[in-house]
């Protein structure tokens, strides 16, 4: 009995260890709330310009498959496309290309479903088209070729950037790359 009178404990927190411990910890959430804002942008950015890659490359699917359409049988379609146009940045259409109009560009009628909207605090920003600014393109394959076909009414082009950036933070943006001879699609900051 007298050997526990005298032990004495040692173990535990001081108080001045758990205001330590407690500061430590308000720092490293305050940083993290402070940064959540940004991060949000910066997910939100990367998951739009993921669905508009995406959708570029339905549109290349569609043109290697034998996507149908409800109106049209497989051998009046061309191909598919994705059209992008500065004045409307908030949406984009997919679209297909009739053998009877064979001209590779978005005409009206030749929708594929509504318009794609974006719905993100992100927008369409520009386009350049080869080295020049554009306000408008159409990225077309046609069947059965991966290559992508680059135009406007100014002509074609051997790829097209369109930069995406968010409408709350201007300083962040992302830009698409679509090349003409191999269809390829690449994402850059």
């Given amino acids: 009995m007298d050997k526990l009178k005298n032990k004495t404990i040692t173990g535990g927190f001081s108080l001045i260890e758990l205001m330590v411990t407690i500061v430590i910890f308000v720092i490293i959430s305050s940083v993290i709330i402070f940064n959540y804002p940004n991060f949000r942008d910066k997910m939100s950015l990367s998951r739009e310009v993921a669905n508009i890659v995406s959708d570029i490359r339905t549109a290349q699917v569609y043109s290697l498959g034998t996507k149908q359409h409800e109106n049209f049988g497989i051998n009046e379609i061309k191909g598919y496309g994705v059209y992008f146009n500065t004045t409307s940045s908030k949406q984009y259409q997919i679209f297909l290309d ?3 109009s064979d001209n590779r560009i978005y005409n009206v009628g030749e929708e594929v479903g509504l318009a794609i909207q974006i719905t993100t605090t992100n927008k369409i ?26 135009s406007n009414n100014d002509g074609s082009y051997d790829y097209v950037e369109i930069e995406v950036q968010s409408t709350l933070n201007v300083s962040l943006k992302k830009t698409i790359k679509v090349y003409k001879t191999t269809g390829y699609v690449e994402i850059s900051n």
């Fill in 98 to 100: 009739l053998v009877s």
């Fill in 125 to 150: 920003s520009s386009l350049k088209c080869g080295s020049n600014s554009c306000t408008e393109v159409n990225i077309f394959y046609s069947r059965p070729y991966v290559n992508a076909f680059i």
